[in-house]
């Protein structure tokens, strides 16, 4: 390896798409350096003992993880990482939805239970999960495919000319006509029950998309095979298992991770990209790559000379749009939480349950939230992570982790209920705590003990998710809007897509790039295969070899 100050690859920043691609790199041979500006590598992945009271562990932000076990990044690394104690926990219930009338209804990983679970509500609605489920297995290659592939490059054109030759012109263009349908068409159009189509319209939320927005409806259907397929996996004991089994990885090459290392400039000379240099002054070169997983305003207005960057690209990045606020809720339980209903039980063991009025329910909110409206009736994201791992909290008590995926993005202008003052229009911690309150009353209507039972509760409003991790713009959990002129071909923008940057040896990676938010770690994964990939001369060489 060079000298200390001087390595293969530099990355900038700590998240789950820095890690993964650190650790294939340190994997094969390259000597990385990891710069992290918060106390703790993990980014979005942070784990706290310390958050409520002693012996309550919470995840501060992301905490569920079947992106990350369905990807090609945990394929590759599964060895790496059992061999540092990482376990997943599962369940044959990923998740439900319960609405304020008592209805409910659960996704089974078993598809003939999902089947009947839909049949109660509507006859023909089984049915139809079934034909979802065949159809997307049918065209998986292409479906998941345009979520683990280099768009922008032969694999995507090989992807593309795959998908002609299966499918033909015709089929093609079906398909893709199929995949910009909003939730609400394909929901309304394919199942007749409210609590079918209220099952996944939420869970277009956890995509950066509301249930109205093209593509939403071609989500909606890949995590509902996904989650059929991979259940709700977390890892035992919380995702700092995972950030430090993939530093280990890394460390044990010979690399490094440094926390408090705020990256402020990023050195390019001769067209090329060199090194970094860190706030304080200090530089770190790179023989390689720098590896920048950032945010576009970050990348192109801060880290790098203006001078550096072209014009329509600066503009571009000027013009990138983040997305709703988002604001987490912990509660300390001394006892379980006790669910009302018919399906107390099921609910009581389900990781995810969406609190919702439904499919226009989920709607409305997300409508209110972009007209700058604290919604009147939010989507709640209960979260039971002792459902799976009972001991993030001591004997006998539980934890709840609640999201609020339906917020303004920037400034509050008002409230839909009529109820919260929002006059100061930016999250004091009387606004945060008052929309806390609100959430945490109409979640007592459905968990009758959830009064009594809470010990402790800390609130994360969009704004304290931004002093976390700078990359969360606004609260934006998702590195950016996940509309569709900012999504797959086109993220983060028309004018630099995909990961190669205009400057040689700068990549961009994270949240903000192909394949886009979420644990799955798709672009540190694929710019980590891009950079290790044999150069074309070597591969003529090594078939010549073969033959
Ligand atoms: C509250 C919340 C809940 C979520 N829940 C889930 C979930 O359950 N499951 C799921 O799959 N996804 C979830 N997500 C989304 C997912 O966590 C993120 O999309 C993903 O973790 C982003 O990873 P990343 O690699 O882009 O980097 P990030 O996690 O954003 O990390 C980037 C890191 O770079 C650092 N950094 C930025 N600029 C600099 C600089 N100049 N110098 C040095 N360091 C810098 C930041 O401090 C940060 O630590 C959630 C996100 C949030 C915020």
Redesign the pocket.
């Known amino acids: 390896m060079p000298g200390q100050n001087s390595f293969d690859a530099v990355f900038?920043?700590?998240?789950?798409?820095?890690l993964v691609g650190a650790a294939l790199l340190a994997q094969a041979g390259w000597g990385v350096s990891v710069?992290?500006?918060?106390d703790v590598?993990?980014?979005?992945?942070r784990t706290s003992s310390e958050l409520t009271l002693p012996g309550f562990t919470h995840?501060?932000?992301?905490?569920?993880?079947?992106?990350?076990t369905g990807s090609a990044a945990y394929a590759e690394l599964k060895g790496s990482l059992d061999a540092r104690g990482v376990e997943y926990l599962n369940t044959d219930l990923p998740t439900a939805m319960l609405s304020s009338d008592g209805n409910s209804a659960f996704l089974w990983t078993d598809l003939d239970a999902q089947v009947a679970e839909l049949e109660r509500y509507a006859r023909g609605d089984g049915d139809a999960w079934r034909a979802m489920f065949d159809a997307v297995m049918a065209n998986a290659p292409l479906a998941f495919g345009l979520l683990g592939t280099e768009l922008w490059s032969s694999a995507g054109a090989r992807l593309a000319l795959g998908a002609q030759r299966r499918l033909g012109r015709r089929g093609v263009l079906e398909f893709a006509g199929g995949t910009l349908a909003s939730a609400r068409d394909f929901l309304t159009a394919t199942f007749a029950s409210e609590q079918a189509r209220g099952l996944l319209a939420p869970w277009v939320l956890h995509t950066g998309l509301g249930p109205d927005q093209a593509v939403s409806g071609f989500m909606a259907q890949v995590i509902a095979c996904a989650l059929q397929l991979g259940g709700m996996p977390v890892p035992r004991g919380g995702g700092v298992r995972l950030v430090d089994a993939l530093a280990g990885i890394v460390l044990d090459a010979g690399g490094e991770i440094r926390t408090g290392?705020?990256?402020?400039r990023i050195e390019v000379a001769a067209g090329r990209a060199r090194g970094v240099r860190l706030a304080g002054g200090e530089r770190v070169r790179a023989a390689r790559a720098v590896i920048a997983?950032?945010t576009p305003g970050?990348l192109y207005g801060r880290?790098l000379d203006p001078g550096r960057v072209p014009e329509a690209v600066a503009a571009a990045a000027r013009r990138f749009r983040h997305g709703r606020g988002?604001m987490?809720i912990h509660l300390a339980l001394g006892e379980p939480p006790r669910w009302r209903g018919e399906r107390a039980a099921e609910l009581a063991r389900t990781p995810i349950v969406h609190v919702t009025p439904g499919l226009d329910g989920v709607s409305r909110a997300v409508n209110e939230a972009e007209r700058g409206l604290l919604p009147a009736e939010a989507t709640i994201v209960a979260g039971q992570p002792c459902a799976l791992d009972p001991d993030r909290a001591p004997q006998g008590s539980s934890i709840l982790w609640l999201?609020l995926q339906e917020l303004p993005a920037g400034r509050v202008r008002g409230d839909a209920a009529g109820e919260i003052d929002t006059a100061a229009g930016v999250w004091t911690d009387e606004l945060r705590e008052a929309y806390a309150d609100r959430i945490c009353a109409r979640l007592g209507e459905s968990i009758e003990n959830l009064g009594t039972a809470t010990l402790a509760r800390v609130v994360?409003s969009p704004a304290d998710?931004e002093r976390l991790?700078?990359?969360?713009v606004g609260g934006d959990?998702?590195?950016g809007s996940c509309a569709l002129d900012q999504n797959l071909l086109w993220r983060p923008f028309p004018q630099a897509p995909g990961h190669r940057t205009a400057i040689d040896g700068l990549w961009h990676?994270?949240?903000?790039t192909h394949p886009g938010?979420?644990?799955?770690?798709g672009?540190?994964y694929l710019v980590a295969k891009a950079l290790t990939a044999p150069r074309p001369m070597a591969r003529v060489l090594r078939r010549l070899g073969r033959s």
Not at 261 to 264: F, G, I, L, P, R
Not at 469 to 472: K, P, S
Not at 517 to 521: D, E, Q, S, T, V
Request: some cysteine; overall charge negative; hydrophobic content about 45%.
């Open positions: 900038v920043g700590a998240g789950i798409n820095s710069l992290e500006r918060a590598p993990g980014g979005c992945i995840e501060l932000m992301a905490c569920w993880h079947p992106l990350f290392a705020e990256v402020e997983s950032v970050a880290l988002e987490q999201q994360l998710l991790n700078v990359n969360l959990i998702y590195g990676i994270g949240a903000s938010p979420g644990l799955g770690a672009s540190g």
